[in-house]
């Protein structure tokens, strides 16, 4: 039986996520996923399995030493049962550390990998994606949403086949012991089912409105916590306008996070009473039973015993389509970021830049920014739809060539191309007609890598990690020596 707070948050979900439709493919997607873990996941499950097994086993232990030990007065069986009560909380104690490992084994590994490929897979998105998507959305895909995908083989997994096991093991155990009794706790199960139903209905729309609240925390917070927000801020802003639009939104998941406490504490709270209910029942005609000697004492305590493992699981089981899609989803936004298409690629069979004479020359080039969905993904970017329409063109047949040796200036008003025509030669952009050639080869018939080693480039504003000052000179060349960067030092002066 899941432990009670974990029960609670189950109820918050947002049921609106069971009538989401997920893209062809994606389960078998997910299995791909957690392939290389399917040793372990194996291991989980039988873990799981044999954990709940032994669970029922302890009722049917307590009935043996009621009926077959105390009644009786057979001391050494009582002792040898008692034994083997502690036994088998020994071994369930055993089984759960197991289990924990390998949860924790399967959920970290999974957390590495999605991690791991969404941040690759980021870093060779174009330009244009960065200056689109919501920084705080992207963040939130690493972290977020990778944790609730990864709960997909973890606690998911476990709460689903668990309870499933336990249902099927208490329920086959009651009724081989009391059918009566059985058929009386399955009758009031509907009254453990309704108060969380009744609750996770009021809780879906604060959950929606507390998601959407700390989406844009986070957002606010990544825009103004770097030093470019923070300037802004403080030359043109007002510090307290910007600290009462904060404080209103924590005020507001505040108060939902109150709402949400007292709803789950309602619904525990009825479900235990309801727990109560039923032992008062099941005791009282268990005990009218036993006195008129259908119904041995220990069978009675073992049903009591057996009742208490059967409602938790039952009501985890009723939200179960919640939990898995709720998970599903999560997987499913990873892997939405992972089918945007990087537009800007090395060639199949690159052509080598090096050893060639490094002329630049724009040949008839035209260049149009390409459109929101060529390059991002609504959901980034907070929009239901992106748009499609195409850009005015920023550059038409502009040809030039550079020899080595030469120097060349670009002069012209802001949103001349000036930028856009240093953007093509460093390759964040393709051109949309024409080319851009170095040593005469196509850059597009080139390596990303061949170009950044071959061109560089000084911005407008530098942008400095938060490493040290060191790291940050050797950021393009990792090998760099003390007497490379002070020379480069000195040439920069």
């Not at 996923?33 to 049917?60: E, S």
């Not at 390759?427 to 050639?437: C, F, M, Q």
């Amino acid at each position: 039986m899941p432990p009670p707070e974990r029960g609670a948050r189950g109820f918050g979900r947002d049921r609106s996520v069971v009538d989401h439709r997920l893209a062809p493919g994606t389960i078998r997607r997910i299995l791909g996923f957690a392939r290389p873990h399917r040793t372990a996941i194996a291991a989980f499950l039988a873990l799981v399995v044999v954990d709940a097994v032994v669970g029922a086993a302890v009722p049917l232990v307590y009935r043996a030493i009621i009926d077959q030990g105390i009644v009786e007065g057979r001391t050494g069986l009582v002792v040898g049962l008692a034994g083997l009560s502690a036994g088998l909380a020994l071994l369930s104690g055993v089984l759960g550390l197991g289990q924990r490992w390998c949860s924790a084994r399967i959920g970290e590994g999974l957390i590495h990998d999605l991690r791991t490929r969404v941040f690759d897979h980021v870093q060779r998105m174009p330009i244009g994606f960065f200056t689109r998507a919501q920084t705080g959305a992207l963040v939130t895909r690493l972290n977020s949403d990778v944790q609730g995908a990864q709960q997909a083989f973890t606690s998911t997994l476990s709460s689903v086949v668990g309870n499933l096991v336990a249902v099927v093991t208490t329920v086959t155990a009651m009724a081989v012991l009391s059918w009566r009794i059985t058929l009386l706790a399955l009758v009031l199960l509907p009254l453990f089912v309704v108060p969380a139903r009744w609750v996770g209905r009021r809780l879906a729309d604060i959950t929606r409105e507390r998601y959407r609240l700390n989406g844009e925390m986070g957002q606010m917070m990544t825009e103004r916590f770097n030093v470019s927000g923070a300037l802004v801020v403080k030359l043109l802003g007002d510090p307290d306008a910007e600290s009462a639009a904060f404080s209103a939104r924590t005020a507001r998941v505040r108060d939902i996070g109150v709402t949400s406490a007292m709803y789950s504490r309602v619904v525990m709270t009825a479900l235990g009473l309801l727990a109560s209910l039923a032992t008062a029942l099941v005791y009282g005609l268990g005990g009218v039973m036993a006195v008129a000697g259908t119904l041995g004492i220990g069978t009675l305590v073992a049903l009591t015993a057996y009742l208490g493992r059967l409602y938790g699981p039952l009501t985890s089981l009723s939200n179960v389509q919640v939990d898995v899609m709720t998970t599903l989803v999560s997987f499913e936004r990873v892997l939405e970021v992972l089918d945007l298409e990087p537009t800007i690629v090395d060639a199949a069979d690159p052509v080598p830049l090096a050893g060639r004479a490094p002329s630049v020359e724009l040949a008839s080039v035209g260049f149009r920014y390409p459109t929101a969905a060529e390059v991002s993904l609504a959901s980034l970017e907070g929009v239901a739809r992106l748009d499609a329409e195409p850009s005015a063109p920023v550059l038409h047949d502009v040809s030039l060539r550079v020899e080595p040796g030469r120097t060349l200036a670009l002069v012209g008003p802001s949103g001349a191309g000036k930028s856009t025509i240093a953007g093509l030669v460093s390759r964040l952009h393709d051109t949309t007609t024409g080319s851009v050639r170095i040593g005469d080869v196509d850059l597009r018939d080139t390596t990303l890598a061949d170009v950044r080693s071959t061109v560089g480039v000084v911005t407008q504003e530098a942008h400095l990690f938060h490493d040290t000052l060191g790291a940050n000179l050797r950021y393009a060349r990792p090998d760099a020596t003390d007497a490379d960067i002070e020379a480069a030092l000195r040439a920069a002066q």
